[in-house]
Every structure is written in C-alpha cells, then in structure tokens.
C-alpha cells in the first residue's frame, strides 16, 4: 500500500535531556555530602547561559517535580525566531511514584499564540523560545501546569551523547527508509530488528515521521529513552560522568536553578528515589483533524484534543504509581493450549501457514526458529513478496532481505550471535507493526528488567510493561532468546500478548 506524507518532517525530541538530567545527579551518588561536586555540575550546565526569565515554580525541598524537556535546532546566543521545535515532554518525578511519569506533546497541536493567532504548537518556540512555548501549553492544553524546571537541548548533543555511552541497543519496528533525492525528508536505512544503533543512527530513527504520526513518533522516543535507561547502568554513568556532563552542558540550556548548587541538589534528592524506577508513558488524547490538499495548496495538518480528556491525561501524569495494578496483567487459563473462545476474546486468529512460510525463509539461520501460532486477527505479515508493508515512494528492491529479516547481532563484548525478524503491520498509516525476534544472544539488555514473569502454557514468559500496557513478552530457551514486541502505540491488548508469545513454535 503507497502512503504518502501528510506533513513536513519535524525535528527531534531527545532522550538525552531526561537520561542526563538523571546523569547529573547520579554522578554525585559517591559524593553528596561533598558540594564540589554539585558545584562541579553546575558548572558543566553553565558552559551556555542559563534560560531567560524562565517561568518556572523552584519546588521546596523533597517535593515532586515536572520537567519540561525541549528538543531544539536552537544555539545559545543565537535567536529564537530561526530556531525549531518539533517535540515537547513533560516529565514527573515523585517520590512516592514506582515510575517516571513521561506524557509527550504533539508538535502539530492547534493552539492560539500570541502575536501568531491561531497555529501549531511549535510556532511558540520560534516566536517566544521556551519561556512562550510553556505560557501557550498551559493556557491552551494544562491550565493547572506548574513546570519546575526546563531543560532545552539541541540536535548535536544527542548524537554525541548517544556515542559516549556507547551507542543503545533498538528494537526497530519495521524497515526504515528514504532517500532525500525522492523526498524532502532526511535520509535513514534501518532494517528491522534488535540492533544496536549510535549517533546519526539512532538521530533518523527517533526524528522520523515520513509516514506516521507524532504520537507514533513520540512513542518510538518514549521507547529509545527506556532502552538506554536499562541498559546504561548506574556504574556508567559515575564513571563516565565528567565526559557525559561537558556534552550535555555544550548542547543544553536550563533554567537558572539548574546553574545552582541548592536546586541541582534538590533535583537530586528526587533522581535517587527515582533511580530504579521503570518510565511509565502517558498517551496524549490526541484528535487528528483532516487536512486535505486543495487547489489553493495542502491545508494544514492540526492535531486538536478534547479539554476533558487532556485534564485526565495531565491527572495521570501527575499521579503516582503506588505499585501494579492488579488487572494491569490478566490472569491466564491453566491449558495447554489457547482455546480457540480465548484467542478470539483476544482478537487472535491462527496463520500458522504464514508462520511457517516466514520460518521457512530463515532456514539458513544456525538457530532454531519459532513463529507465532496466533496474531492479532487484524494483520498480517510483512514479506519481501508483498507490497502492505511497502512506503511510497521506496522503490520494492530496499525491502529485499527486510521480511522476514535473519542477521548477525553483536553483543557488547563484540561477540557475534545469530539473529532474525518477523515483522507484522496492523496499520502502516497509523505506523502500527509489531514483531517476533530470536537471537542466540540469550541476555540481550532489554530482557534485563522483566517487570513481571508468568507460567503460560509452560513457557516461563517475561513481561514488560508501559504503566497497565504491555509493550513486550520475552522467553529464553537453552539456546537462544526471543520475544514478541507490541506496536509503538501498544495497539495490541495484553491478553493478545500474552496469547501470541505463549503460541511460540518451533519450525519443522
């Protein structure tokens, strides 16, 4: 199916303002009762000028803080109106939560700016640069949003970020590409798979929005930040502290409390509660209005929201997790098999001839191959002999080798394993696919950190979640590891999850 770009392709949020803003203080860990290194941190921060005028409430000590997190083109010392913003975050931590609280903005979102009138939410930061950009969220979308403090960093500190911790080991969804000669998007060639991915790399992997949405986009970013979290331990980021601090202060701007020791302290206080804590993303109840091209040119592509439903996701982003909620996973039947009532209650259907077709195409690889019995009952595989999981305007030969997709995967001591992708799309409009991966690495870092662990089927299963939504189900046999990834807007239910890993089977 030929998709065609709805929108022009928008900058960067990063994962680098949140991972180094814990970072900052968790360098410190050895050292708190030493203010020299706080104040060695503040002076990394300092290496740009503190934000202007910056509306932010500085919290007392101990209390729960928001972060707004800006992704930018901007320098320091250079104007606002010649910079961009695609991508806004707001970040809660409490310490009373088990999670970090993490709800993106669409960049498209219709909001009223002064002196701009009507437009996209991420005009404010051209007119107004961050201290605006806040004003317009609270008076248009969050009137009760108090922001603590802000944290501005701009493209080239994440790929230099990125690099300096040794690049992040991706669960890419689908095969990426597009060449800047066909389209007025940036260039990016990523196939599908666990892989790991560094600097530029990983820039075009969270930047892209070709084809999908921003809560899609939002979602890929959302992701990569809790890749790198669990992968990158705390042993890292002490040791690694000075070189990762003088990056992030040469790319960022912050509010002036950030250039001081008592609010980095105080900042701190809230990063050590929140150390071990799993990133729990809230969805932005966006409403895509549509935007037709017309004989007087392409109408604009705005995102509304309803105010009801906004106040719910703020509410949700404001309160703490106290611990799992008990229907956040469902119980499961004790059988051998998924009865064929359950798969449907899940909206399952069985496709082992597809399975096995696809299993079929990775005999080649030394490992042994397991395919779902059960998928979502509304998609279907993607193959090199199809054209559904095909983006306009990509010529078919870049999707050669993609679907399914077998590789070699090197681990962080560079040792090579064995590898494969099978990649199914619910929706490519929507940017919806999801997938099955092996690999003989048996210890892959995103397996690391299981939430939950379940018997299913006699298959011990690891469980992921985002807040109540499982975004992916791990097993480890003696030989290898694998797993069922759900969509980036976990568009699967977590009975659908569940049911899919627990339906594994091995390849003839």
């Known amino acids: 199916m030929g998709l065609i770009p709805h929108s022009r392709s928008g900058a960067l949020w990063r994962f680098a303002a949140a991972a180094v803003v814990v970072i900052a203080c968790t360098a410190a860990t050895t050292a708190v009762a030493a203010l020299l290194q706080f104040k060695q941190i503040a002076t990394y921060l300092s290496a740009t000028p503190a934000l202007k005028d910056a509306q932010v409430v500085v919290p007392n000590p101990g209390q729960p803080q928001t972060i707004l997190i800006i992704g930018s083109d901007h320098r320091a010392g250079t104007s606002f109106s010649s910079a ?37 939410l991420n005009s404010a930061y051209s007119v107004g640069g961050p201290n605006l950009l806040e004003t317009v969220i609270r008076e248009n979308v969050f009137p009760d949003l108090r922001v603590n403090h802000i944290v501005d960093i701009n493209f080239g500190g994440f790929e230099d970020l990125v690099n300096a911790i040794g690049c992040v080991y991706s669960d890419v969804d689908h095969r990426y590409y597009n060449n800047t000669a066909q389209t007025d998007y940036s260039s990016i060639d990523l196939q599908p798979g666990y892989q790991k991915l560094c600097g530029t790399a990983a820039l075009t992997f969270v930047r892209f929005r070709h084809t999908d949405s921003d809560l899609v986009r939002n979602a890929r ?23 990762l601090l003088k990056i992030f202060g040469q790319h960022t701007q912050t509010d002036r409390s950030l250039h001081t020791t008592d609010g980095l302290i105080n900042l701190f206080n809230l990063v050590a509660f929140s150390a071990g804590h799993t990133i729990k993303q809230i969805p932005f ?74 299993a079929a195409a990775l005999a080649k690889l030394a490992m042994p191959i397991y395919y779902p019995r059960l998928i979502a009952g509304d998609s279907q595989y993607c193959s090199d002999l199809g054209t559904d999981c095909y983006e306009y305007p990509n010529p078919g030969y870049v999707y050669n080798g993609s679907y399914p997709r077998a590789y070699t995967i090197h681990d962080q001591s560079g040792v090579p394993h064995f590898a494969y992708r099978m990649t199914l799309v619910v929706n490519p409009v929507l940017g919806e696919y999801y997938g099955v991966q092996g690999t003989t690495w048996r210890d892959p870092p995103i397996l690391r950190v299981p939430q939950q662990v379940r018997t299913v089927h006699g298959k011990h299963l690891l469980l992921f979640l985002d807040g109540r939504h499982i975004n992916l189900v791990g097993w480890r046999t003696a030989q290898a590891a694998y797993w069922v990834s759900n969509t980036l807007n976990d568009a699967l239910s977590n009975p659908a999850m569940i049911d899919i890993a627990a339906s594994l089977t091995k390849a003839a």
């Open 221 to 243: 970013q959302q992701d990569f930040i809790r890749w790198a979290k669990d992968q990158y331990g705390v042993d890292n980021l002490i040791s690694n502290r000075d070189k």
């Open 84 to 120: 961009n913003t695609d991508t806004m975050m707001l970040v809660r931590l409490d310490p009373s939560s088990s999670t970090i609280n993490v709800l993106s903005i669409p960049r498209d979102l219709k909001v009223q700016i002064p002196g701009a009138g009507t437009t996209k």
């Open 285 to 358: 109840p966006a409403i895509f209005l549509p935007c037709p091209l017309t004989a007087s040119g392409q109408t604009p592509c705005y995102v509304t929201d309803e105010a009801q439903s906004a106040e719910n996701a703020y509410q949700q982003l404001m309160t703490p997790t106290t611990g799992p909620a008990p229907s956040a996973v469902p119980a499961v039947k004790k059988s051998r098999h998924t009865s064929a009532s359950s798969a449907r209650a899940a909206g399952l259907s069985a496709d082992p001839t597809d399975g096995k077709a696809q």
